[in-house]
T-cell receptor, first 112, second 112 residues
Framework: NAGVTQTPKFRILKIGQSMTLQCAQDMNHNYMYWYRQDPGMGLKLIYY???????DKGEVPNGYNVSRSTTEDFPLRLELAAPSQTSVYFC???????????FGEGSWLTVV | DQQVKQNSPSLSVQEGRISILNCDYTNSMFDYFLWYKKYPAEGPTFLISISSIKDKNEDGRFTVFLNKSAKHLSLHIVPSQPGDSAVYFC???????????FGKGTSLLVTP
């Protein structure tokens, strides 16, 4: 019972580098999300998707891009990494919006 | 602007006693409320939810109370156990919404 799987778990990036955080879910959920959590803060929505081919911005989308070519996968792309993007990133999915969402285990990213 | 507020960053309770975690919200469109539990280095896991048509929902040792007029909800854990030590996030959404809004979390420590 994999649920939501994120890779990598840990990554250190240099300023200006780019990378992609991978996310896959096997629950056939339509909705997928990327949240970030900064120390002492709640989870802030970066991007979300309501189905394959459809994505939209959340609260903090700047510096990120997403795509949703299949129901299962929702990668998050960081372009030109900045220290402000040092955070823990959580991918999540739900069968529909405004409903219980299920999280992956997180990806810890440090930009130096 | 934080639409879901958890004003207590931390709470310490003795084993066997009741833990009460509080949450306030400002958006009157919210009608679905959830609590998530998070251990270090793991993703948040769903704990319990309540819809606005109810004022109480119980699941074993966990009970969530909703006071719509005060825009306030609380999570009661009885009896508290050391394994309950974690960060608890309150979340809310309109059922017609697309994503959950999270509070900053309350760190619960249950001492033996």
């Amino acid at each position: 019972n994999a649920g939501v799987t994120q890779t990598p778990k840990f990554r250190i990036l240099k300023i200006g580098q780019s990378m992609t955080l991978q996310c896959a879910q096997d629950m056939n959920h339509n909705y997928m999300y990327w949240y970030r959590q900064d120390p002492g803060m709640g989870l802030k929505l970066i991007y979300y998707s309501v189905g394959a081919g459809i994505t939209d911005k959340g609260e903090v989308p700047n510096g990120y891009n997403v795509s949703r070519s299949t129901t299962e996968d929702f990668p998050l792309r960081l372009e030109l990494a900045a220290p402000s993007q040092t955070s823990v990133y959580f991918c999540a999915s739900s069968p529909q919006g405004g409903n219980t969402i299920y999280f992956g285990e997180g990806s810890w990213l440090t930009v130096v | 602007d934080q639409q879901v507020k958890q004003n207590s960053p931390s709470l310490s309770v003795q084993e066997g006693r009741i833990s009460i975690l509080n949450c306030d919200y400002t958006n009157s469109m919210f009608d679905y409320f959830l609590w998530y539990k998070k251990y270090p280095a793991e993703g948040p896991t769903f704990l319990i939810s309540i819809s606005s048509i109810k004022d109480k929902n119980e699941d074993g040792r966990f009970t969530v109370f909703l006071n719509k007029s005060a825009k306030h909800l609380s999570l009661h854990i009885v009896p508290s156990q050391p394994g309950d030590s974690a960060v608890y996030f309150c979340a809310a959404s309109p059922t017609s919404g697309y994503a959950l809004n999270f509070g900053k979390g309350t760190s619960l420590l249950v001492t033996p």
